[in-house]
């Protein structure tokens, strides 16, 4: 079974530009969450989707968001750049919305200059 | 606030030991608690979990020991392996809905010296 895909990999883009990041579950999981992790921060929630609803959402601004689509292949989407958006972003998948035992995709290392 | 701690950036053992890694936590409303093993380049892979209603969880050479009213949880890894060195993060999430998903420490870089 394939695991968590995240595209890009990587991405450079400069302060006030927006950013479309990919994320594609595990077959069946329709639960998907996703997170920034950053070396001061550690991960920190964004949010979390479940047939095509945002269920929760982190402590970030409007600047970020989500959704999510019926094959629950889900986007989020950066807008107004800032340098401190400079980060890894991780999609997790999940059977049900329970956010117990996630599984991660690799990541996409977004870099803002 | 940070409401899951991870006080330890790095802990260094020798292969055969065991390696224990601690996580503190603010929220008393925690009711589960995971901890989670990430390699460069990769995204963080469920290593082992427990519940609130639980001291104590095994799974091979991890076991995980739940302290609620010192609100300390550690994993414990025995015997330590090569493979082991990675970062670890501790989880915790709340049955009340989890409005901020899983809250997570900030990692321990946990190194294995042959």
């Known amino acids: 079974k394939a695991g968590v895909t995240q595209t890009p990999r990587y991405l450079i883009k400069t302060r006030g530009q927006q950013v479309t990041l990919s994320c594609s579950p595990i077959s069946g999981h329709r639960s998907v969450s996703w997170y920034q992790q950053t070396p001061g921060q550690g991960l920190q929630f964004l949010f979390e989707?479940?047939?095509?609803?945002?269920?929760n959402k982190g402590n970030f601004p409007g600047r970020f968001s989500g959704r999510q689509f019926s094959n629950s292949r889900s986007e989020m989407n950066v807008s107004t750049l800032e340098l401190g958006d400079s980060a890894l972003y991780l999609c997790?998948?999940?059977?049900?919305?329970?956010?117990?035992?996630?599984?991660f995709g690799s990541g996409t290392q977004l870099s803002v200059l | 606030d940070q409401q899951v701690k991870q006080n330890s950036p790095s802990l260094s053992v020798q292969e055969g030991r065991i390696s224990i890694l601690n996580c503190d936590y603010t929220n008393s409303m925690f009711d589960y608690f995971l901890w989670y093993k990430k390699y460069p380049a990769e995204g963080p892979t469920f290593l082992i979990s427990i519940s609130s209603i639980k001291d104590k969880n095994e799974d091979g050479r991890f076991t995980v020991f739940l302290n609620k009213s010192a609100k300390h949880l550690s994993l414990h890894i025995v015997p330590s392996q090569p493979g082991d060195s990675a970062v670890y993060f501790c989880?915790?999430?709340?049955?009340?809905?989890?409005?901020?998903?899983?809250?997570f420490g900030k990692g321990t870089h946990l190194i294995i010296q042959p």
């Open positions: 997790a998948s999940s059977l049900v919305a329970t956010n117990e035992k996630l599984f």
């Open positions: 989707y479940f047939s095509e609803t945002q269920r």
């Open positions: 989880a915790a999430r709340y049955s009340g809905g989890g409005a901020d998903g899983l809250t």
